[in-house]
Every structure is written in structure tokens, then in C-alpha cells.
């Protein structure tokens, strides 16, 4: 197993994380590419894949807490927090669209101050926020795109 005080993620997790952003690139700029016809589904399957991935990332924080001390008082915090992504996403997709997209935004960018504040009380890998920050901006930027595709084009 990796070392938790590692100050370098896992090649394994990098190389997983990497080609896990293949749907969120595409999909952004899908909504740019794609003929006007298919960019509803486009964007319908990325909005998908978001709220996936924000499970995920949850859940990620819910096993987190659950390795920590027993006498961790900041582990049922993150916990509690855990079950808040899945929840966002799910919510943002009952929203129309335009709204949709600025609550992932939202949401992707506070949990990437999550996981950083997961580090920094010994909650996280040391390595966690290296892995973490690129791939939150490539997300967050991929939104952007998407979003600014709505508000641009037709669809």
C-alpha cells in the first residue's frame, strides 16, 4: 500500500485520475463541436458524469473519516461533509441547465477545499491535494466551457 505521509501520489491513482477527466474535456468542449442536435445529450451526459464523480469524491472523504483515529474530533465532521457532493449533484440535476452548471462549479471548487482542509488535519494522504489540484482546475475549467456553450449557442 502507498504510504499516507507519501509526499507523491500513486502513478496507479495518477494515470486513473487522468483518464477519468476524458469525459469532462470532451464533454465541455463537445458542447462546442458537436452538431446542434446531439448537444442536449452531450450535456445531459456530462452533467451525469459530474454528479458520478462528486459521489465518488465523496465517498472518498466518508472512508477517509472512517480510517481515522476514534478519538479524531474532526472525523465525524468530515463524515457529515462526505454525504454533501453526492447530495449537490443530485440536486443540480433536477435544475435547468444554466443553473446546473454553476452548482457543480460550486461544488467541485468547495470540495477541493475540502480535501485540502482533509489534509491539513491529518484526515488525507499528504499527497492528496498534488492529485487533487490539477485535476480540480481541469473540472472547474470544463465547466466554464460548458457553461459559456449555453450561454453562447443554441441547443
Known amino acids: 500500500m502507498h504510504p499516507f505521509n507519501a509526499t507523491r501520489p500513486p502513478?496507479?491513482?495518477?494515470g486513473?485520475?487522468?483518464a477519468g477527466l476524458a469525459p469532462f474535456v470532451t464533454g465541455a468542449l463537445g458542447m462546442w463541436l458537436t452538431p446542434e442536435a446531439w448537444r442536449e445529450w452531450v450535456m445531459e451526459e456530462f452533467l451525469a458524469f459530474a454528479a458520478v464523480i462528486l459521489a465518488f469524491m465523496g465517498?472518498?472523504?466518508w472512508g477517509l473519516a472512517m480510517r481515522a483515529d476514534e478519538a479524531s474530533d474532526r472525523a465525524p465532521m468530515q463524515l457529515g461533509l462526505s454525504v454533501i457532493p453526492?447530495?449537490?449533484g443530485w440536486f443540480a440535476l433536477s435544475l435547468p441547465i444554466n443553473f446546473a452548471i454553476p452548482v457543480f462549479f460550486f461544488a467541485f471548487a468547495a470540495l477541493y477545499f475540502a480535501d485540502i482542509w482533509a489534509v491539513k488535519h491529518g484526515l488525507a494522504p499528504a499527497w492528496y491535494t498534488s492529485l487533487r489540484r490539477p485535476i480540480s482546475l481541469v473540472i472547474i475549467a470544463s465547466m466554464l466551457v460548458a457553461w459559456s456553450a449555453t450561454l453562447v449557442l443554441a441547443y
Open 11 to 14: 502513478a496507479l491513482a495518477v
Open 59 to 61: 465517498a472518498i472523504h
Open 16 to 18: 486513473l485520475t487522468f
Open 86 to 88: 453526492p447530495l449537490l
